[in-house]
Structure formats: C-alpha cells, structure tokens
C-alpha cells in the first residue's frame, strides 16, 4: 500500500470524527433497561429448544492496580479472596443460564477477559475450570482462550491455564518504552512479557496473540516502532494493534493522563500505517481496523473464506456460534437479541441471590437492525459489499431501500474508500484504513446525534 501523508493527512482531517468500532451493531449504546421482559422471555425459552453450538466470554472483573489509560469495566483490588466470592456467583448465573440453553448443546469457544483472568490464583482457575465442565458440554476441540497480564502471572497459573483446556493467548503488552509505561501507569518490563511467552509455550499454549495501543500519551513514532520491533522477536501468531481512545467523560481514569502528552491525529495515524505497510514483510496479514494474523492463522483463513466476523472481543472465526457473556457486564449475543449484565458487582450479586439471570439491558433486534448489522458486518469482515446479497438478489431493490446510503458513498468513492464493481462495491487498500467510516454510512442509529458523544473518534 502506498499512500502519500499529504493525502492521507488531509482524509484523517476530514473522516476523524466519533463513531463505533462495530463489535456489534446496534452497538451497545442502544441497549437499554426499559425492556420488555416477556420477550427476554420468550426468547430464552425458544433457546432450550435448539440445540445449536455456542461461544462462552467469561469475564473476570478483578485488576490489581489501575492503568490509567483503561476502557475496561473493572474493579482494582489486591484482596484475591473476592475472586472466591465471584466464583460462586458466576457458577450460580451458568446455573441459571444452563435452563435456558438446549441440553445439547455444545461449548465450541471459550474465552476469559476482563479485568484480569490470571487476577485468579491457580486454585481458583482450576475451579472456574472445573465449574465450566460441570456445567457445559465441552467440544473436544474446543477453542479455549484467555487474557494474560504478564505483569500477573507465574508458570502455577499457566500449568492451571493448560490443564482446564486453555490452548489460545492474549498478552497485554501496550508498548514496550519505560516512559511510555510510566505515563499510562503500567510497568511492565520487556523481559517479563518474554519469559511468560516462553512459559505459555513450554507448556503448551502455542496460539499467542499480543495486544499493542497506539496513540498512547508519550508515545511517538519512533517508540511505537521500535514496539512493533521489540514484539515481533516474540513471534506471535496475531496481532491486536488497538487504536487508544480517549474519552475521559465517560472514562473517569483517562483524566489523569496528560493531555498534552498525547500524539497529534496524523502522528498517530501514521503508527497504524506503518503496521500496516510493515507486517507483512514478516507474513502478518492485515485482518481489518485493527488485527493482524500470520498467513495460516485461522483468522487469516476466516478471512479469505468469508467465515470473519465481529464481535465483543474484535475480529473473530466461528460466526455460527451464538456467544453467551457471562459475569459482571458480560454481553451476549444472540441471531435477534443482545443481553448485558449489571456492570455494577453488588447489584450482579444481589439479583443472582433472588435466583435472577443478572440480566441489566436488552436490545431485541427489529428486521431493520439485522438487515443493516449483515451489511454492516460485510463491509467490517469482507471488505466488500454484494447488493445481490439482499432482498432475495433484487439488486434494484436494494438501491432503492439504500438510495440515500448509495448517494452519500459517492464521496467516499470520490475520496478512493471504495470502487463500485458490477455487483456493489469493493473496499481499497485506502478505504480499509476508514472501515468504520464506510459502515457508519449505514447505521441507522447515528443520525441521532446524542449517540455520537458516547463513542472514540475513528482514527
Ligand atoms: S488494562 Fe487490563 S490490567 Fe490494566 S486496568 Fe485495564 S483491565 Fe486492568
């Protein structure tokens, strides 16, 4: 890809502005507690007659110390004893959530995020383990992912890790420079992420993935770089190189960075273009808005089959699954329903002791929603979009239902974002820089402006 910086400069100028990442769409902003329970209702009951295979995020809200430039909902505390307490709690919502799943069912994914997963002693992660086999049926090859702190963990937590079934990493490195470090308040030395790659392969967990931030305060081109450098020795399988998002209203930590330590827009967005233009010399390919994968990885493979798509975690395969969060503000996602718990721990707790699913907000999906979130997902995991692909192939009908969407492309054409082909339009190499400008043209929900505030800017 070769992009002079005057243009691309002038295009962030002109495209930076605050929209959604599209984990999902809706996106959680419209999610709400004024729901009608009887449909949450009703469609957990139509659950337990389906058998069909499922993805399980288990959320482990637990960090020991504050980084400062965190989006995370989480709760810092060195008292492990609580991990304990959550356990109980969240073997009482698999309980509950087990009567609304058919009996069979099938685990083909787990992943633990937070928080911290590896804030759990090694006792207590073989009990999570156990917990979850109790409860679920497993697939043999089953998926089984976790979040590391390498800053949390001894070779005791990756020997409990590998005996549950864990077989997938994801290491939260940041960046790798001191001074950036200190200025978002983790500490996290080279040498430490090293060593826990080494145990995660000694012992088995071959699948790594390492989690990057740009635009991170302090950092500078030249740092991130050497970061990307500095990583690349570790050999990992994937990449998620995370655009930082700076939203001290809505995330209260944030306040304490400083400002004026922040790189400029097109500082920052010149970080993304170097993975971009970089990784592939060294076999990383570039899945899209923010994850790379080595040629063979399964995501890499998702995404020349088609099977890519997104969810809560990013960039992820096994789009088939109906993904069931678990834990405080653990989200699901269903084909016409998304769920999410109380992001508030006591009141998780309390509605788990009256024998409730924690259950906070609802957002049932109109056919509008599932329309415009196929077509939202195509242009986030395909790159493309194939009118003939909706309303049943009737391409008319579809320029017709879209002809407003259509006319506001025509910029984004202009601007060299997409090409129109024969059957709708392809993405360019340009334009997958500004993927969640392209998919904001079809959101529905981001014409009410009071939405807008509650998202990062694009770039
Ligand atoms: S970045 Fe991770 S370890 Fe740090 S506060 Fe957020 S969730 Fe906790």
Redesign the pocket.
């Known amino acids: 890809m070769s992009i002079e910086s005057e243009q691309l400069l002038s295009l962030v100028k002109k495209y930076n502005v605050p929209g959604p990442r599209y984990t999902s769409y809706p996106t959680a902003v419209q999610f709400t507690d004024q729901f009608d329970k009887g449909v949450l209702d009703a469609y957990h009951t139509n659950r337990t007659q389906e058998k069909r295979e499922k993805s399980l995020y288990i959320h482990i809200p637990f ?1 020991f ?3 400062w ?2 989006g ?1 909902t ?1 709760v ?1 505390t060195k008292n492990q004893d609580r991990g304990d307490v959550y356990l109980g709690y969240l073997e009482k919502e698999m309980e509950l959530i087990n009567k609304t799943i058919h009996s069979g069912s099938v685990i083909k994914q787990i992943h633990f995020g ?3 997963p590896t804030f759990l002693s090694p006792k207590q992660l073989r009990r999570l383990g156990m917990i979850i086999y109790d409860q679920f049926q497993i697939h043999k090859d089953v998926e089984f992912s976790v979040e590391i ?1 390498p800053r949390r963990v001894e070779e005791e937590h990756i020997i409990a890790l590998k005996e549950i079934g864990c077989n997938r990493a994801s290491l ?1 490195v940041q960046d790798t420079n001191e001074a950036v470090q200190k200025a978002i308040h ?1 500490i996290q030395p080279f040498e430490q992420t090293q060593k826990v790659c080494s145990l995660l392969r000694k012992h088995g967990i071959k699948n790594i993935n390492i989690d990057l931030i740009y635009g991170l305060h302090r950092q500078t081109f030249e740092l991130f770089k050497k970061t990307v450098e500095d990583v690349l020795e570790l050999d990992p399988d994937r990449f998620a190189i995370y655009s930082y998002a700076h939203l001290p209203s809505i995330m209260p930590a944030q306040r304490l960075l400083n400002e004026a330590d922040m790189p400029s827009t097109g500082e920052k967005l010149s970080m993304l273009v170097h993975a971009i233009q970089f990784l592939p010399d060294y076999g990383y390919q570039y899945i899209g808005m923010d994850h790379f994968a080595k040629e063979d990885d399964e995501l890499s493979l998702a995404l020349k089959n088609g099977s890519l798509q997104r969810n809560f975690q990013g960039y992820s395969t096994h789009a088939e699954l109906e993904m069931i969060g678990l834990g405080m503000s653990g989200i699901s996602q269903g084909d016409t329903l998304y769920t999410q718990n109380e992001k508030d721990l006591d009141a998780y707790y309390e509605m788990l002791d009256d024998g409730r699913l924690p259950i906070k907000k609802v957002l049932p999906l109109s056919s509008k929603d599932l329309l415009r979130r196929e077509l939202i997902m195509q242009v986030m995991c395909k790159r493309e979009l194939d009118y003939g692909q909706f309303f049943e192939g009737d391409k008319q009908r579809f320029k017709e239902h879209f002809s407003d969407e259509l006319f506001r492309l025509k910029e984004l054409e202009s601007d060299g974002f997409i090409q129109l082909t024969e059957t709708g339009f392809m993405i360019t190499d340009l334009g997958k820089l500004f993927l969640r400008n392209i998919a904001m043209v079809f959101d529905e929900y981001l014409k009410q402006k009071l939405h807008q505030t509650a998202y990062s800017k694009t770039v």
Do not use: N
Request: glycine share 20%.
């Open positions: 960090c110390s504050l980084c430039f965190c995370c989480k810092i937070g928080g911290t702190d939260g983790r």
